[in-house]
């Protein structure tokens, strides 16, 4: 079955520590990938998606991630969290031939330290 | 700017009562989702709908059906409410144009079934 993983629920960090969130999924074909962040009380919004192209995509807020498909991994980065960046992050694949459906990752909470 | 309006933040219902979702969205999106959202299990695939009467069963379709009258509007109803349907409810919608288009989420209806 097609799945998305994340491999860290929880992950506490102080301002300006680097941040990496692990994301790998399960599926052979061709994916689009995208990652959403949910702010405390808010709704999800989209950080960032990879498409085609350069596997390195850059989104808001100074986060980028990395596609590397022979890891089939798209980990999300940014050099220097603040506290605003506390929130759930979410990893989610959309397989090419499935229409507009997303598989989601189980979610990380990012905490940060002031 | 796309705007997913959920009928309620916070549903509190009964054990068997039938209970009823709304979702509208303001962007003439042809896609729409349902999601229930828990903890360590991020989001999950209730049912989705590419077009006006047209809907497909998710993941987790079971206790569940949908609607979908209009193209704004989509309904997600639980026939019976049982108590493991406590959890966050969430409505996406996407416009079926390109293949790299995201889904844009409303704010979420917390329903707890007692």
């Known amino acids: 079955a097609q799945s998305v993983s994340q491999h860290n629920h929880h992950v506490i960090l102080s301002e300006a520590a680097s941040l990496e969130l692990g994301c790998n999924y399960s599926?052979?074909?061709?994916?689009?990938l995208f990652w959403y962040v949910q702010y405390p009380g808010q709704h999800l919004q989209l950080l960032l998606k990879?498409?085609?192209?350069?596997?390195l995509v850059k989104g808001i807020k100074g986060f980028e991630a990395e596609f590397i498909k022979s890891k089939f991994s798209f980990n999300l980065r940014k050099p220097s969290v603040q506290w605003s960046d506390t929130a759930e992050y979410f990893c989610a694949v959309k397989p090419y031939n499935q229409g507009g459906k997303l598989i989601f990752g189980q979610g990380t909470e990012l905490s940060v330290k002031p | 700017d796309v705007k997913v309006t959920q009928s309620s933040r916070y549903l509190v219902k009964r054990t068997g009562e039938k209970v009823f979702l709304e979702c509208v969205q303001d962007?003439?999106?042809?896609?729409m989702f349902w999601y229930r959202q828990d903890p360590g299990l991020g989001l999950r695939l209730i049912y989705f709908s590419y077009d006006v009467k047209m809907k497909e069963k998710g993941d987790i379709p079971e206790g569940y059906s949908v609607s979908r009258e209009k193209k704004e509007r989509f309904s997600l109803i639980l026939e019976s409410a049982s108590t493991n349907q406590t959890s966050m409810y969430l409505c996406?919608?996407?416009?079926?144009?390109?293949?790299?288009?995201?889904?844009?989420f409303g704010d979420g209806t917390r329903l707890s079934i007692l």
């Open positions: 996406a919608s996407r416009e079926d144009r390109g293949l790299d288009q995201p889904q844009h």
């Open positions: 962007m003439d999106h042809e896609n």
């Open positions: 990879y498409f085609s192209g350069d596997p």
């Open positions: 599926y052979g074909g061709t994916v689009n």
